[in-house]
């Protein structure tokens, strides 16, 4: 499949003023990208925008090449759950259990809030290849993604921040999915970092995050406009799933597993959980993973 290209990207900045700083994502791109490979409704796309957009907010702390950051939710409403993750090179990707719920697929207005339920209990895990950096656990209530950041930062992180994140949908798929981050640095402002979380509160920030175009948008309508941006980093859907991977969790398989599917007769069917992206293997190759099974087995 030939993706468009993407115009996502993760912002970083720092207020000499106020002492605080910022993160902002922007994830539209990759939101719509992954909607249309889930064959999403609109309730489970913008469930889906929002949590992309707070694993973005979350990445910005990562640090090794080859790290990845991990938010996953157990929800109590019909959403069931939702798994996002971001890699320190800017790939995003993720699902959610549900993605059609009828009963609010056909409202007027798409909002996702009901579908999360009351409760959800957090999973937050940043690792590298074959090893966990750190693993956070909580439970919110209500349950949402930027809840969920909101209690990383505050629980796991003791970091005072507060988040705003704009999901919005036109035509029944994503239009927009952007967040913000503004943390009070431990020389920070006390007054400063006040005023932004009651702009938060009032809907300033969130109105500032629907209209405005850029990070430094953002930061001038709330009165950051001593910001000092770093250059933006690109993010982007892209999954690391492939017919090799594939083919070697089909060799994980027992050998009657194997000899089951040869014995079905068809080509089978994968397909992949953080993407939606389906691998056909042949009868064939099936046979040749089969064949090699003993060897494999023995030594």
């Known amino acids: 499949m030939i993706m468009p290209k993407s115009s996502d990207l993760l912002t970083t900045g720092f207020s000499p003023g106020a002492k605080v700083r910022l993160v902002y994502a922007e994830v539209t791109d990759s939101s719509r990208a992954l909607e249309q490979n889930h064959l999403s409704g609109p309730t489970a796309g913008l469930a889906l925008a929002e949590a992309l957009t707070a694993v973005a907010l979350l ?42 719920l009828d009963a609010f697929d056909g409202r007027d207005d798409h909002v996702s809030e009901d579908a999360f339920g009351e409760r959800g209990d957090v999973q937050i895990i940043r690792s590298v290849p074959g090893r966990m950096i750190s693993q956070a656990a909580f439970m919110i209530s ?61 809907g300033t920030a969130l109105e500032a995050l629907e ?36 083919e070697s969790l089909l060799g994980a398989l027992t050998a009657g597993e194997i000899a089951e599917l040869v014995r079905a007769a068809h080509p089978t069917q994968i397909y992949c959980h953080m993407c939606g992206k389906g691998y056909e293997v042949p009868v064939s190759r099936i046979e040749a993973i089969l064949k090699d099974k003993p060897s494999k087995s023995g030594g």
């Open 142 to 202: 209500p349950a949402s993604p930027l809840a969920a950041v909101e209690g990383y930062l505050a629980r796991s992180l003791q970091r005072p921040s507060v988040v705003q994140i704009a999901s919005l949908e036109y035509g029944g798929s994503v239009d927009l999915a952007r967040g913000i981050l503004v943390e009070r640095l431990p020389d920070g402002d006390p007054r400063e970092f006040a005023r932004i979380t009651a702009l938060v509160a009032d």
């Open 59 to 100: 990445g910005a702390d990562l640090n090794a090449p080859d790290e990845t950051i991990v938010l996953r939710m157990q929800l109590s409403g019909p959403l069931q759950g939702l798994l996002v993750e971001m890699a320190a090179d800017g790939a995003l990707r993720g699902y959610t259990n549900v993605k059609v």
């Open 211 to 246: 209209c405005g175009s850029s990070a430094k948008d953002w930061c001038e309508t709330v009165g950051l406009a001593d910001i000092r941006l770093d250059p933006p980093r690109p993010l982007a859907f892209r999954c690391r799933c492939s017919l090799e991977r594939v």
